[in-house]
């Protein structure tokens, strides 16, 4: 059974169509990344996963249920964009009194509280109230209370937004460590952050979904992407249009390269740009194979 299955789903607010026939399936142990501009529809999906709202047309099911419905409870739990904690309870009275919403007695929703405060790292704030903490403490402590009870889904929107680069490091370690019992979906728009954690992306443009790509699929096996420190643009850009095994090369953004190729010992190609480096006095940051999300995403290739 897929764990998310879309089938046909569209929302409407009066007028004003958010989403139009979106179709796909997920199975359990894929991190999911959910992409798209501002208004692309994904926070009207994140809703309509969670039960929040009811889809104007189409069927949603999430491990055979309908969502928002009580077979789910537990099982599915989500971070929404602007979550927000009591400010008038301590934390862990907040996640204790969530736990015991999901059904543990008094001494084990203390337990459950101390186990997910644990895994965001946050056990001495435990006696505190949300005033006291940091705007990436706080996401911390939502992430803390979504993963209460070990549900089977967590969908998180937009988990680092705003966030520092040490708060939002852990929340992406968290989600790795904890993504072998748990499926997350995620929003953002950090493609680095995604390409990262997840393995497949949900693509939504204007309501739409425009791609399902698979972020480690075998097209990378004929893709470099080449960042370089110092060197002739032009110069690299020519040279490398002449080596026979380079199907393309282009630059997308300052200094990085995307080159297609034609051959499966890629070795030879790397081993060769090596030398093309050293002869020209030219140093590079990264080589790294496959292409990045971005690049997937909006060169047409
Ligand atoms: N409650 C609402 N009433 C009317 N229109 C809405 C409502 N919620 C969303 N919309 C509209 O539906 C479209 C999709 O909005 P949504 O918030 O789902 O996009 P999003 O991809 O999450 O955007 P962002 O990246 O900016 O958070 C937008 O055009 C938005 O203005």
Partial sequence: MSLISCHNVGKSY??????DQVSFELEAGQAVALVGPNGAGKTTLFSLLCGYICPSQGEIHILGHHPG???LLGKVAALPQDARLDPNLTIESQLVLFAQLQGFNKQAALVECERVLNLVDLNEIAKHKPLALSHGMSKRVSIAQALIGSPQLVLLD????????????AIRELVRN??????????SHNLDELEKLCDKVLYLDKGILNQSISIKDNQAA????????ECDTEALMTQLSHW??????????????VIRYNLMQDFELEN???KLFSSQGWT??????????????????
């Avoid at 004929?222 to 420190?229: A, D, E, K, P």
């Avoid at 095994?245 to 390269?257: L, T």
């Fill in 158 to 169: 937009e988990p680092t937004a705003g966030l520092d680069p040490a708060n939002a490091k």
């Fill in 69 to 71: 419905s009580k077979a």
């Fill in 244 to 257: 026979p095994q380079v199907n393309s090369i282009k630059s997308n953004q300052h200094n990085e390269f």
């Fill in 14 to 19: 009066g007028h004003k169509r958010a989403l």
């Fill in 222 to 229: 004929h893709y470099l992407t080449l960042t370089m420190q």
């Fill in 272 to 274: 060769q740009l090596f």
């Fill in 284 to 301: 590079y940051r990264t080589l790294q194979r496959g292409r990045t999300l971005e690049d997937k995403l909006f060169s047409n290739e």
């Fill in 178 to 187: 904890q993504s072998h019992q748990t499926t997350f979906v995620i929003s």
